[in-house]
């Protein structure tokens, strides 16, 4: 059985015109779920008894369930119970700007990024829409504030589910639904090429950040097995596609690891990659998780290589650390709690 909250707006205009009703029911639907927040049909009170029989009928309404939840400052960190006895997380950071929320889109990870949490519990499933729609809910539901910008960043590889992404920002971008702007909007993608081409003709300019970690293939093939399949050439080719056709800036993301990737050799092929191109590279502290091979690099190194960078000509930030004393990497409290 569908779940009403997996329903994009064009979705129940369509399920509403099937059963003989006009299809601007489905606005009527839309904020009853999303602005007045009421999720007991029976309460849809501009709806006829009738409809609203059928709409029981023909959907269901069950949400994810809080399991955990960790709180660190200005962190909150989720564990949710799906319908099927599996678990995601999702985390929550308060900025100045706003609340933000980082998302999962798989029950685990196909992609095997060697530093990362997530892929050591390999891909059970893609998310139903529903279910990324609801992370937002509950959590709204749960801390009382509207969250402003949403990051689909956490379990899984967003683009491995790409069709069920779409659907998502489609609902929570629409202006009957969670309203929320695409330009605070970002997915992220480990580099699956063909979906990166696929984003950039979507009417909805979201922003795209990209999962790149070292500059040169050798090193990306060790820590990234999706490189052996799409490696930095066409990636970049990509990546200067998108720009083209959307004229939106992309993110490259870095995760600074330890004698790994992060000398200043590596700052300056990262540079040459990128040169003249409308992206900026955010370096992220990396969050040690049971990974004992992999350790953060220091402040010091951080620093030097975001200064190489800088000397380069190339626009780049240090992101800002939230959930240090919890366990905020990707997979790390859906791992404890699978063992």
Not at 44 to 56: C, D, G, H, L, Y
Not at 78 to 89: H, N, S, V
Not at 109 to 133: I, P, T, W
Not at 309 to 322: A, C, D, S
Request: glycine share 4%; proline share 2%; net charge positive.
């Amino acid at each position: 059985m569908r779940n009403l909250f997996g329903m994009t707006l064009n979705d129940l205009e369509a399920y509403f015109l099937s059963i003989g009703e006009k299809k601007f029911k489905a606005i009527q639907v839309f904020e009853w779920l999303y602005k007045k927040r009421v999720w007991d049909i029976e309460e849809f009170s501009n709806i006829k008894k009738e409809v609203r029989e059928q709409i029981k009928h023909d959907f269901d309404m069950t949400m994810i369930a809080i399991k955990k939840k960790q709180i660190d400052h200005l962190t909150y960190k989720y564990l949710f119970k799906l319908a099927d006895e599996e678990y995601i997380e999702a985390v929550v950071m308060m900025h100045d700007y706003g609340i933000s929320i980082c998302i999962s889109s798989q029950v685990g990870c196909n992609m095997g990024c060697a530093f990362c949490e997530s892929g050591r519990l390999k891909k059970v499933r893609n998310l139903d829409v529903h279910e990324m729609v609801e992370q937002i809910l509950v959590i709204e539901q749960d801390l009382d504030k509207r969250i402003s910008h949403v990051v689909v960043m956490g379990i899984g590889e967003p683009f491995d589910n790409y069709d069920n992404v779409i659907s998502f920002i489609k609902i929570i971008n629409d202006p009957h639904g969670l309203s929320i702007g695409a330009r605070h909007i970002t997915v992220s993608t480990c580099g699956l090429i063909p979906q990166i081409y696929e984003l950039s003709k979507l009417p909805i300019k979201i922003n795209l950040a990209i999962s790149f970690h070292a500059p040169t293939d050798e090193l990306r093939s060790k820590l990234m097995p999706v490189n052996k399949v799409y490696s930095i050439t066409p990636l970049i080719k990509a990546i200067a596609d998108y720009l083209q056709v959307t004229s939106r800036r992309v993110t490259i993301e870095y995760v600074m690891l330890n004698n790994v990737n992060d000398s200043i050799t590596c700052a300056k092929a990262l540079a040459h990659l990128f040169k003249g191109m409308n992206i900026y590279i955010n370096l992220i502290p990396y969050n040690e998780t049971n990974h004992l091979e992999f350790k953060r690099s220091s402040k010091t190194k951080i620093n030097a290589f975001y200064n190489e960078l800088k000397k380069q000509g190339i626009n780049v930030t240090i992101r800002k650390e939230f959930g240090s004393n919890i366990q905020a990497a990707c997979g790390q409290l859906r791992g404890s709690m699978k063992k």
